[in-house]
């Protein structure tokens, strides 16, 4: 399993509950957790491949944490997101090369783990589910594991 130096103070289960309130959607259980321990951070190992291994070593750089400074928080990550990918995906980490890790928070998504690649098509602002946005894993503990 994937260590994590956080970023910041772990999240209490209020602050996450209010947060699931205020913006409208829950957190998977395993992505809670992870919250709650960590709340972001620097992972000691980074790898990860898409599904199918249509992409191989895919090289992450943090993973985004709450209450935490600007350029590395989950909320404003999402905001500057949000009119690009699907609804009901929240970002949780950022990648090398402008890439960014989504978690499902609506019906159809929830759980799934998704990779943005914003600099791989002609108009990277627009997240297209086999052009720029491609799945990794089905849960974010099946993520985990798999970060080599």
């Known amino acids: 399993m994937v260590s994590v130096k956080g970023f910041g103070k772990p999240m209490m289960d209020y602050d996450l509950v209010k947060y699931e309130f205020d913006f409208g959607f829950q957190f998977p259980t395993e992505y809670k957790k992870f ?13 990860f491949d898409l599904e199918e291994k249509i992409r191989e070593g895919i090289t992450i750089e943090f993973f985004l944490g709450i209450n935490v400074e600007k350029e590395k928080n989950v909320f404003y ?5 949000k009119a690009f990918i699907p609804k009901g ?9 402008e890439g960014v890790l989504f978690i499902g ?4 998504s929830f759980e799934k783990i998704y990779f943005w690649d914003r600099g791989d098509v002609n108009n990277p602002s627009q997240a297209v589910e086999g052009e720029n946005l491609f799945p990794v894993a089905s849960n974010f503990e099946e993520f985990l594991n798999s970060i080599y």
């Open 35 to 47: 919250l709650k321990t960590s709340n972001g951070g620097i992972p000691d190992v980074k790898k």
């Open 77 to 81: 990550i999402l905001k500057i997101t």
């Open 89 to 97: 995906f929240v970002p949780f980490a950022l990648t090398e090369g």
């Open 105 to 108: 928070v609506g019906d159809e």
